[in-house]
C-alpha cells in the first residue's frame, strides 16, 4: 500500500495540518521565532513519537479510506464503456469495470493476480476461466513488420480471424482493449511504475 506523508510547516501541529489546510508561512515563521520552535510534533518534543504514531495508525489510515470511497463513488458514476487505457491520465480518471476482465486476463496482470499481490478489482481469481478470452482478439490483424514478413514491394498482409467463443465486441471496443495492453507493457517497463498495482493506481503491489 502506498502511503502518502504530510510535511507540517515550521515543525507546527494544529487542526489545520490534520486537515491539509496550509497557514500562511510568514505567520507560521513568526509564531515560531517568537516561541522557540517547540511545537508538538518537532524534533525536540519528547511527545515527537506519539504524534508519528497517531499520524501512522489514525489520520492515514481516514485519509486512505476517504480515497477508497471517492474512487468507488468515481466508478459509480462514470460511464461504464470499454475505452482505452493508454496513459497514466487514463488511470486517474479510473478505469471502467468493462475493462475490468480484459485487464486481469491480460497475462502479466493475471500472474500477478494468482499470486495476491494486487487487488485486481476485487476480482477473485478462482472465478476466472484458465485461458485468456481476449487474447486471439488482441493478436487478430497484428503483424510485425520485417524482412519476413515483407514482400518484394514492401507490402504486407493482415489476417483477421474470428472465433466463435470469441467475446462480441466491436471494432473500436478490439482497438480499445488491444492499446490498453499495450500500455501495460509499457507500465511494468518504466522503472517509475513497474512496482504500482495498475489495478489499483497509485497504490503499490506486494
Known amino acids: 500500500m502506498l502511503v502518502q506523508t504530510m510535511t507540517l510547516d515550521g515543525n507546527l501541529f494544529d487542526i489545520s495540518s490534520l486537515l491539509g489546510v496550509r497557514g500562511r508561512q510568514e505567520v507560521l515563521q513568526e509564531i515560531n521565532q517568537n516561541t522557540g520552535g517547540s511545537y508538538f510534533g518537532s524534533a525536540d518534543n519528547p511527545f515527537r513519537t506519539g504524534f508519528q504514531n497517531f499520524m501512522r495508525s489514525v489520520v492515514e489510515p481516514i485519509r486512505n479510506t476517504g480515497v ?58 478462482d472465478k476466472l476461466v484458465k485461458d485468456d478470452p481476449y487474447d486471439h482478439i488482441c493478436k487478430s490483424g497484428v503483424v510485425e513488420i520485417n524482412d519476413d514478413t515483407l514482400n518484394e514491394n514492401g507490402e504486407f ?28 507493457d509499457e507500465f511494468f517497463a518504466d522503472e517509475v511504475t513497474k512496482y504500482m498495482d495498475i489495478t489499483d493506481y497509485p497504490n503499490l503491489h506486494g
Do not use: C, Q
Request: proline letters at 8%; hydrophobic letters at 40%; zero cysteines.
Open 68 to 125: 477508497a470511497i471517492a474512487n468507488v463513488v468515481g466508478s459509480i458514476f462514470k460511464e461504464d464503456k470499454i475505452i482505452p487505457i493508454r496513459n497514466i491520465e487514463d488511470l486517474k480518471k479510473g478505469i471502467p469495470p468493462s475493462m475490468w476482465l480484459p485487464i486481469v486476463y491480460y497475462e502479466p496482470v493475471r500472474e500477478m493476480l494468482d499470486d495476491g499481490v494486487i487487488s485486481g478489482f476485487g476480482i477473485d481469481p
Open 157 to 184: 498482409w493482415l489476417e483477421f480471424t474470428e472465433n466463435s467463443d470469441d467475446p462480441e465486441l466491436t471494432v473500436e471496443e478490439k482497438l480499445a482493449i488491444t492499446a490498453t495492453r499495450r500500455f501495460i
